[in-house]
């Protein structure tokens, strides 16, 4: 199993989970968060913002899926002139175990 953390736009953050639903993979943690890329922020006019909105999609699936998960978050998050500064980024690390803690079910 694998974990996707998927950084990206607020405004993309509905394109993406619609996408993964209609993919199949509709259970998705969502969590506000801000940060930076090597642009290291926003400058506008005389305003610098250092840290800039995103929105974190956290997913477990299985191995055979990873590629194609990957691929669904790149279409659906990347802006629509082929991809700008600031579409985010996906983490991908390997899971051990999960757990559901209703359940008690180990996968």
Same mark, same amino acid.
């Given at each position: 199993m694998y974990m996707l953390r998927a950084i990206v736009r607020p405004e993309k953050s509905p394109a993406v989970l619609k996408a993964l639903f209609d993919a199949g993979f509709p259970a998705v943690t969502? @969590?506000? $968060?801000? +940060? *930076?890329g090597k642009q290291r922020g926003l400058k506008v006019g005389t305003v610098t913002y250092d840290e800039l909105p995103k929105e &974190? @999609?956290?997913l477990v !699936? #299985?191995? /055979? =899926? /990873? =590629?194609? $998960?990957v691929e669904t !978050? &790149?279409? %659906?998050? *990347? %802006?629509? =002139?082929g991809g #700008?500064? +600031?579409d985010g980024k996906i983490f991908v690390t390997p899971v051990e175990e999960s757990y559901t803690i209703s359940s008690g079910y180990k996968e």
């Open positions: 969502k @969590l506000p $968060v801000f +940060g *930076r &974190m @999609l956290m !699936i #299985q191995e /055979k =899926d /990873k =590629d194609f $998960v !978050i &790149m279409n %659906s998050a *990347r %802006s629509e =002139d #700008q500064f +600031g």
